[in-house]
Each structure stands twice: as structure tokens, then as C-alpha cells.
């Protein structure tokens, strides 16, 4: 069969697309609640001009959770010159908006408004950007923030997933297959990440900068033939994130981790976060790379399997033996047999 | 007789069974085949040598790889000469990889024919194969424009085995 079959069947029990069930549950949780809040912004006399989804889903790089909440990023755009000076204002309409509704936990965060629909694990950020001409800014701050600490932050949300799925870097090979390659990448690391730090860490461990990473340093692999090779890729590719600069040891065996932003504000993802995090993404990584190799240089499918179900968890699965026996239970010979001169017509 | 068309798909491995053989191939073998197919008026014979394990009572097979026509080999439209010794180095390569279970399992070639049949030098050839290589279970591959055959040798006559296959 070949281990990319494995990975292939670990793939599609671990993507989450637009049109899974799953996820419409809480996209018509999200569609509800936005039709409110927009209703309250007109009132306000701030339109919403436009709305998008944010986020994994757009750049199919989607997982679906292992802690079962689904989250939606939500984003709704406002024009410039109707926009209220202070970016907090808008936050806190849309906080009301959410109270009335009976969310109790719902809250203003610095780039957003979080609400949690805990009994359909559904987690809806609400994103507020006014916008004038091509350029967003984000409504930043939060409730509490003084003038110094808000602001309406020049910040590019379209151009990021474009870039996320411009697969115009890959050169001259099959783009579309390498791009498709890229998402499958991301979606590994993503559940690799949930399996493999405290729930604490993990969520300090953002999807947009890993997603950031396996972009930038993405090794693609495919056979001469063109088969898909997702294991030679993530090899390579951990590899290549491991060799750049985005580890900077500060301490013996300390590491601090800077991924930047591609686009506006360019600022770095992983900003305030401690050493601790740092380090541990990188041993991890470098475990994952280190058993990836391991796993690549094994014939048995099974013991292979073995280890990709360590790292991605129970979504990577180990076959049952073959009818027949494994490899282990297979004939040993003592010749590799003689290739005669055949002919044939 | 084997009636299925054949048909590569990701999602399903192929396997042949009969007279108490069961012989199974690997995807990326079957879709070997399937591009080397005769389907143009003009493209010649390809052909190669099979690869794979066998369980320890050999009533079951494994075709892990397939080689392909190499620079010194010959070929025309309706035959072939395995010449070059590329074939024997990949069977080599491939044995001392797996510690002695990967070995040589037989031939393949194409036939620019919807339904192959064996020619009588086809079955010469098969049985001079059988010949240098005692008590190994060979096996034989056509590969024609719309079906695979599959040959092992009973009782002194080359039998084609059903062809299956199984969705993963």
C-alpha cells in the first residue's frame, strides 16, 4: 500500500471543509448572531459594509478539533468615515449585542469579541475592521483600554489568505497538486500540535504561525512518477523550519521563536510569548523531524504507523495485520533470484 | 477468466486469486501498468520484472515493484529483449533492503490487445524463467488495453487468476 496511503486516510479523518456538518452547525450559530449585530451597527450608524469568514477555512487548511469546539472567525467591515474614533466602541455594541443574547462569557479581547456557544461547542470571534479605500484597520483594544492602548490597526486580512493560497511561489512544477500538498502539511502540524502540547501551550501555539512556517519552508515531495510523498515532505520541511532563523537561543537549550507576519502589520506572530513556549515548539519539532526519519526508514507499514500514531494521535491508524501475516511473518530467502533474458511478444 | 476492466484507483488495491494462490499488487505497480498500457497505434511492447515478498507457506504474494524497459534493453511493437542488467541490480537492491524477503517474482509486459492472451513464446519464456528459478512462486503479468492477465504455472499449463479488487 505504501505509508501515503496512511497519510492519506489520516487526511480526510482530520480536514475540516465549509460543507461539513459539523461545521454548519456553527456557521448558523455565527449567521444568526451576525445578522444582530449588523442590525446594531446600522442603528448605531455604522453599517456593516461587508462580512468574510477568516481563517483556516478559507485557506483549507482546517482541522477538525480534538477538543470538539469549532471555532468560526468572523469578520465585519465598516466604512471609514461613518466609523466611531474610538475602535472600542463598535466591540462593545457587538458585546451588548451578545449579552442580550445570554452569552455569559461572552468578552472584549484586544483584537476581537469572543463569545462561546458551550453547549454546541461552537466559539465565534467576532473581528471589527473599518475600512478605507483597499486598506482594513483593525479595531483594537479592549474595554478597559485608555487612548494609548487602542487603536485602528493598519492590517492586511485579505492579502494574508491570499498569500496563504498563492501557489504562484512553487515554480514550474504541478502547482495545484504542490499547493494541495502545502494544506495537507499544515493540517499534519495542526493536529500534530493538539496531540502533542498541554491544551495551555497548544492554544499558544497559533495555527496562522505554524500555517506561516510550512509555507515559507515548504519542501514539496513527489515521486518521479508524481505519487504524493507527504512523509519526505514533512521531513524536509521541519527540517527547513528547524535550519532558518526563527529559533533564537537566549539561554542554554532557552529558545525564543519570531515568525513574521507576511503582510501589513508584519509584526511578529509569536510577540509576548514566553521562552518556555519557544522551547518547547522547538524540541518538539525537532523530535518530530527526528522520529519522522525513524519512521521513513522502516519497511513494516505497521511499525511505521506505530509512530506516526505517537505523533498525530488516534486519527493516525495502525492497520491490522495483513491476511497473511505482517513482513515479520514473510519468507526469508537466501537468493534474490535470477533475472533471465526474457523475451516475450 | 478475468473480465474486469481495469481500473486504478487510490482508493482500491488489486489482488488475483485461484488454485490456492492469492497474489496481491501494489498500487503503484498497478498504476505502472495502467500508464504503459499499448493504447497508441505506434507505442511499443514495455515491459519489466516483478518484485515483492512472499508469505512463509508462498500461497500469498506481494508485488511491491515492477521494473521498466532500461537503455539496453530491445523492443518493438509486438516483442521484447530484457537485456540490460539493471533488472537483476533492482532485484539485488531490493533483496538486501528487506533482509532477504523482497525477491524476484516473475515478468510483466504490455500487448497491444483489449483482452492479452499468451503467445507461445510468451509461455516458452515463462517456463525457461521457472526454469533458473525452482520452487520460487512466479508469476506472469500481461497487460493489454483493457485488462490485466495474471499467470502462475499448475501442473505443467500457465492458469490466469481472477482479478479482484478491494476498496480501502
Known amino acids: 500500500m505504501g505509508i501515503q496511503t496512511h497519510f492519506d486516510k489520516f487526511h480526510n479523518k482530520i480536514k475540516l471543509g465549509r460543507e461539513d456538518d459539523a461545521y454548519k452547525k456553527a456557521r448558523d450559530r455565527d449567521d444568526s448572531i451576525k445578522k444582530d449585530v449588523a442590525s446594531a451597527f446600522q442603528s448605531a450608524g455604522y453599517p456593516v459594509v461587508k462580512d468574510f469568514i477568516q481563517g483556516s477555512l478559507k485557506t483549507h487548511t482546517g482541522i477538525i478539533p480534538i477538543s470538539g469546539d469549532y471555532d468560526i472567525d468572523r469578520a465585519l467591515v465598516i466604512e471609514d468615515d461613518v466609523a466611531p474614533e474610538n475602535p472600542v466602541t463598535p466591540k462593545k455594541k457587538t458585546l451588548e449585542v451578545l449579552e442580550e443574547r445570554g452569552f455569559k462569557n461572552a468578552k472584549i479581547k484586544k483584537p476581537c469579541v469572543t463569545a462561546d456557544y458551550t453547549g454546541d461547542n461552537v466559539h465565534i470571534d467576532f473581528i471589527i475592521y473599518k475600512l478605507s479605500g483597499d486598506q482594513h484597520y483593525l479595531a483594537v483594544g479592549k474595554g478597559s483600554s485608555d487612548e494609548k492602548n487602542r487603536e485602528w490597526a493598519a492590517t492586511d486580512p485579505c492579502g494574508l489568505t491570499d498569500w496563504i493560497n498563492d501557489d504562484s511561489l512553487f515554480g514550474v512544477d504541478d502547482r495545484k497538486e504542490v499547493l494541495a500538498q502545502f494544506r495537507r502539511l499544515v493540517r499534519y502540524i495542526k493536529r500534530w500540535r493538539d496531540v502533542q502540547f498541554s491544551e495551555s501551550v497548544a492554544s499558544k501555539v497559533y495555527s496562522i504561525g505554524l500555517t506561516v512556517l510550512v509555507k515559507e519552508q515548504l519542501q514539496y515531495s513527489f515521486s518521479t512518477e508524481g505519487a504524493r510523498q507527504d512523509l519526505q515532505a514533512l521531513i524536509n520541511t521541519v527540517g527547513a523550519i528547524l535550519d532558518s532563523n526563527y529559533f533564537t537561543e537566549e539561554e542554554t537549550g532557552k529558545y525564543r521563536v519570531c515568525v513574521d507576519l507576511p503582510k501589513e502589520p508584519w509584526r511578529n506572530i509569536f510577540d509576548g510569548s514566553s521562552l518556555d513556549t519557544g522551547t518547547q515548539i522547538y524540541n518538539k519539532l525537532s523530535r518530530l523531524k527526528e522520529q519522522l526519519i525513524k519512521a521513513e526508514g522502516l519497511s513494516d507499514e505497521r511499525e511505521q504507523c506505530k509512530i506516526l500514531n505517537d505523533l498525530f494521535g488516534k486519527d493516525f491508524e495502525i492497520p491490522e495485520p495483513p491476511k497473511g501475516g505482517s513482513k515479520s511473518e514473510k519468507a526469508k530467502y537466501s537468493s534474490a533470484g535470477i533475472v533471465t533474458a526474457s523475451v516475450g511478444a | ?168
Open chain 2, 1 to 168: 477468466m478475468i473480465t474486469t476492466v481495469i481500473s486504478v484507483s487510490l482508493d482500491s488495491m488489486m489482488y488475483f486469486e485461484g488454485y490456492n494462490q492469492r497474489v496481491n499488487v501494489h498500487k503503484d505497480v498497478a498504476e505502472v501498468w495502467h500508464r504503459h498500457r499499448q493504447t497508441g497505434a505506434k507505442t511499443v511492447e514495455s515491459f519489466g520484472v516483478l518484485i515483492g515478498t512472499t508469505s512463509v507457506n508462498r500461497r500469498e504474494i506481494w508485488i511491491e515493484m515492477v521494473t521498466t524497459p532500461m537503455s539496453r534493453d530491445q523492443c518493438s511493437r509486438f516483442s521484447f529483449s530484457l537485456l540490460d542488467p539493471g533488472h537483476q541490480k533492482a532485484v539485488c537492491k531490493m533483496f538486501y533492503s528487506t533482509d532477504g524477503r523482497a525477491i524476484y517474482l516473475g515478468t510483466w509486459h504490455t500487448h497491444p490487445e483489449s483482452i492479452p492472451e499468451p503467445s507461445n513464446i510468451d509461455k516458452n519464456d515463462w517456463a525457461n524463467c521457472l526454469r533458473m528459478n525452482r520452487r520460487r512462486p512466479l508469476a506472469f503479468v500481461l497487460v493489454g488495453i483493457e485488462e490485466i492477465r495474471l499467470f502462475i504455472q499448475r501442473n505443467g499449463r500457465f492458469k490466469s487468476l481472477q482479478e479482484n479488487h478491494i476498496t480501502m
